[in-house]
């Protein structure tokens, strides 16, 4: 019985220091990961999604809420109309710029649509929220 106890003691200690997902850290994504992933919920739209990018107290997310609501007051098919508009609008990122303070990013885009077919720039402002990048600004 002593045996037992010891055995099983240690292979728990052994099993419980070799769990790879406590020991493997989740890498924090890009500015540029969050960018694309803001751009895809943006153009879906998922505001689901765009509002868990949003940085928190933003102007950008309060309006995001807003359109949340206009967009889901609206009846069934007419959201789905909406949708298939948005999915005629494709992006590519052209350029990330990270600050010094390496807390702020800047996410130059561009924007293909039926009316801008050569494409439109814009920008993204990311910031540093709790160790997360967060959009903070879409221009």
Known sequence: MKYFLTITTLLFFVISCNNPSDSTPTPTPTPEQIAEKFL?????????????????????????????????????????????????????????????AKDSAFVSYSIFTPEFVNGKACNLTLIKEENEWKVVKLL
């Open 40 to 100: 895809s919920a943006y153009f879906c739209p998922d505001f689901d999604q765009i509002l868990l990018l949003c940085a928190s107290g933003s102007i950008l997310k309060s309006d995001m809420e807003r359109n949340a609501q206009t967009f889901y007051g609206y009846p069934p098919e007419i959201q789905k109309k909406l949708s298939i508009d948005l999915e005629a609008y494709n992006f590519n990122i052209d350029r990330i710029n990270v600050s010094p």
